[in-house]
């Protein structure tokens, strides 16, 4: 069974930081892509970020570039990070990891940033 749990989120004050981490079991996970997707009610997805299998290549939504790193753990842990900082108020929503391309997705994290 695929599993993605996504944790970390919670209230932050404009101009703070949140770690986001997602625990991914189920998969070889050296072999796939990572991202960063999040959801506003009412609005489409947006992706945050996405890292690479191995070789580090990385994408950030213009919104997020320069505040947001993406990164991952490709030992045993199977984890992948979002640092958040400088959060903006625009920036809450609920955060989604997921292997793209797939249908597998984590349960999301809701992150609320306060003006």
């Known amino acids: 069974d695929v599993q993605l749990q996504a944790s970390g989120g919670g209230l932050v004050q404009a101009g703070g930081s949140l770690r986001l981490s997602c625990a991914v079991s189920g998969i070889t996970f050296d072999d796939y892509a990572m991202s960063w997707i999040r959801q506003v009610p009412g609005k489409e997805r947006e992706v945050v970020s996405c890292t690479s299998k191995s070789d580090g290549s990385t994408y950030y939504a213009d919104s997020v570039k320069g505040r947001f790193t993406i990164s991952r753990d490709n030992a045993k842990n199977m984890l992948v990070y979002l640092q958040m900082n400088n959060l903006k108020p625009e920036d809450t929503a609920v955060y989604y990891c997921?292997?793209?391309?797939?249908?597998?997705w984590g349960q999301g994290t809701l992150v609320t940033v306060s003006s």
């Open positions: 997921n292997i793209p391309g797939t249908n597998y």
